[in-house]
């Protein structure tokens, strides 16, 4: 079979080494008893033939039509569960019956977008395991205190317990990116539902961030909080400080105010 050729504006940087591309399918856990897997971007199945070893019932999305047909080539048995779809914009509920975990080596420019759409679906994906830029990776498993903590690491850990598994050199990829690579694991929590209205947990977990340096009084001033809430002691940290539970505490505080 001819080989596919990695695309520049695809951000496709296709794994080289078969090592590597083990430790990640061995990081698959089955969480919470799931057995359907959704594999983003396998371009040309590195990380699908260790996938296939395990008792997973393995589905694979690429937007690449020439991997996409390399795919039904290599493994014919998969036959419809190889869709040819960009998963940002793809209904998976019509293809996928059930909860099912993602992995994948994601490609980096969309890597955030991939989270966010994990973020709508987070009840129907119990587990994820992927490789992404070093830094995404180190922000997303980042607890509080710490300068990679910022918007995802709060929304994603706000529903997902996160583990950064290992680093990954450039060399082992073709082409090589410019930048390093980290694989973490998520796991789905109990939180089935934030105590307060998660689209104001959202608006104040990114208006917290959008300027970080500044305390909270200053970064939230937008917001128009209420006197009280403006005095609370909180309100003297810098978003980066706040844990899930303290973000949920303040959402309440400035919804409380807005619905007097």
């Not at 180190?138 to 706000?158: E, F, H, M, T, W």
Request: proline share 5%; hydrophobic share 40%.
């Amino acid at each position: 079979m001819d080989k596919v050729k990695p695309k520049k504006h695809l951000g496709q940087h296709f794994l080289t080494d078969l090592g590597i591309a083990e430790k990640i399918a061995k990081g698959m856990t089955g969480h919470l008893g799931v057995k359907k897997v959704l594999e983003i971007g396998p371009g040309m199945g590195v990380l699908t033939d260790f996938l296939l070893q395990e008792p997973w019932d393995l589905y694979l999305v690429d937007v690449d039509t020439e991997s996409i047909a390399y795919l039904h080539k290599k493994y014919p048995e998969l036959g419809e569960k190889i869709v040819e779809a960009d998963f940002l914009n793809h209904d998976f509920g019509k293809v996928i019956e059930g909860n099912y975990a993602v992995v994948g080596n994601f490609p980096y420019n969309i890597s955030s977008q991939i989270f966010f759409k994990v973020l709508q679906d987070r009840n129907k994906v119990p587990e994820v395991v992927c490789m992404l830029q070093k830094e995404v990776a180190q922000r997303i498993a980042s607890p509080p205190g710490n300068k990679d903590y910022g918007i995802l690491s709060v929304l994603l850990q706000a529903f997902y317990d996160i583990e950064y598994l290992f680093s990954v050199p450039p060399g082992v990829f073709n082409p090589p990116p410019k930048v390093n690579s980290g694989v973490i694991r998520l796991k789905r929590n109990d939180t089935e539902k934030l105590d307060c209205d998660e689209k104001m947990f959202f608006r104040v977990v990114k208006q917290a961030f959008s300027t970080r340096r500044k305390t909270l009084r200053n970064a939230l001033k937008s917001m128009g909080m209420a006197e009280e809430v403006r005095e609370l002691p909180l309100l003297d940290k810098r978003a980066e400080q706040l844990g899930v539970q303290d973000f949920i505490f303040l959402t309440n505080q400035i919804q409380a105010t807005w619905n007097k």
